[in-house]
C-alpha cells in the first residue's frame, strides 16, 4: 500500500510520495517542497493547522493546487499572502519562483512562529514573515500582487486585500467551484474598490489533474478605492513626521 511504502521511505504517516509533476514544478526547489510537505503533515498538523485528514492528499490539494499559481506571476515581482495561515499559497509559490518576494501576512502568532521555523528550515530568503491584519497594513505593504486562499468570501477579501495592491496591481484569490458565483455575486462591491477588470482563470490544466480556479482581480490608479488612498495618505504623512518612510514591502519580522 501507498502508506506503508511511505512510512518505509522515512515519510510522516500518511503522507504520499510526491508525484513525478512536482519535479517539473518546483525546479531546483523540489527538495524544498518535499520537506514542508513533512513540515505541514507533521507540525502543521499537530498545532492544529493541516486536518489530519488532509495528510493523504497534502500534494494535490493543497501544496501543487497553491504551486501552479506562480504561472500567473510576472517575473520579479512582489507578492502579499493575506490571511497565510500554514503557507498557502505564499510558500509553495515562494517555492516555485524564487524570483518572486513573498510577504506572508497572518494575525495568528501560534501561526507566524510556525511560518517563519518553516521559512528559517527551508532557507527561504525570498520571503518574509509579517504578523497583524491587512487593515493595518494600508500604507505600509504596497505589492503587485496579492494572493489568498480559503480566507473569506470574494468582496470581504477585496476589501482587505485590494488596498495593499500598487496601482494596476492584482489579486489573485483561489476559490475552486465557487469562483464563477462569487465573482458575479460581488462585482459591485469589487468596482467601488478599484477593480477594473475580473476573470476567473483555471491554471495548471495539463499538469495537474484538476486544474485550480483562480479570481483574478485587476485594480487601476487607486486600489481599494476612496477609503484606501485616504488611509495610505495618512500613513506616508505619519511616515514623515516621525522621520522614516513607510514601509513598502512589508518588510519585517512579526511583531509581538
Request: aromatic share 2%; net charge positive; proline share 7%.
Amino acid at each position: 500500500m501507498a502508506t506503508e511504502s511511505a512510512a518505509a521511505d522515512g515519510l510522516p504517516e500518511g503522507l504520499a510520495e510526491p508525484p513525478e509533476v512536482a519535479r517539473e514544478i518546483f525546479g531546483e526547489g523540489f527538495a524544498a517542497a518535499k520537506r514542508y510537505a513533512e513540515l505541514l503533515a507533521t507540525a502543521g498538523v499537530q498545532r492544529g493547522l493541516i486536518g489530519p485528514r488532509e495528510v493523504p492528499r497534502l500534494w494535490d490539494r493543497h501544496v501543487l493546487n497553491c504551486a501552479v499559481l506562480s504561472e500567473l506571476l510576472p517575473a520579479g515581482a512582489t507578492l502579499c499572502d493575506v490571511g497565510s495561515g500554514a503557507g498557502l499559497p505564499g510558500i509553495p509559490v515562494a517555492l516555485a519562483r524564487p524570483d518572486v518576494s513573498v510577504t506572508l501576512l497572518e494575525p495568528l502568532l501560534r501561526r507566524t512562529t510556525f511560518l517563519e521555523e518553516v521559512v528559517r528550515e527551508l532557507g527561504l530568503e525570498n520571503v518574509t514573515v509579517l504578523r497583524g491584519r491587512a487593515e493595518e497594513m494600508v500604507g505600509k505593504i504596497s505589492v503587485e500582487i496579492v494572493t489568498a486562499r480559503a480566507v473569506a468570501p470574494l468582496d470581504r477579501l477585496a476589501g482587505w486585500g485590494l488596498p495593499l495592491l500598487r496601482p494596476y496591481g492584482q489579486m489573485l484569490a483561489l476559490k475552486g467551484d465557487t469562483a464563477e458565483q462569487e465573482l458575479i455575486d460581488s462585482r459591485s462591491a469589487l468596482a467601488r474598490l478599484g477593480a477594473v477588470e475580473c476573470a476567473v482563470i483555471p491554471v495548471g490544466e495539463g499538469t495537474l489533474g484538476a486544474s485550480t480556479r483562480v479570481v483574478q482581480v485587476k485594480v487601476g490608479e487607486s486600489p481599494g478605492g476612496v477609503k484606501a488612498a485616504t488611509r495610505r495618505a495618512k500613513a506616508a504623512r505619519a511616515g514623515r513626521a516621525s522621520g522614516r518612510p513607510a514601509e513598502p514591502r512589508g518588510a519585517g519580522r512579526r511583531r509581538r
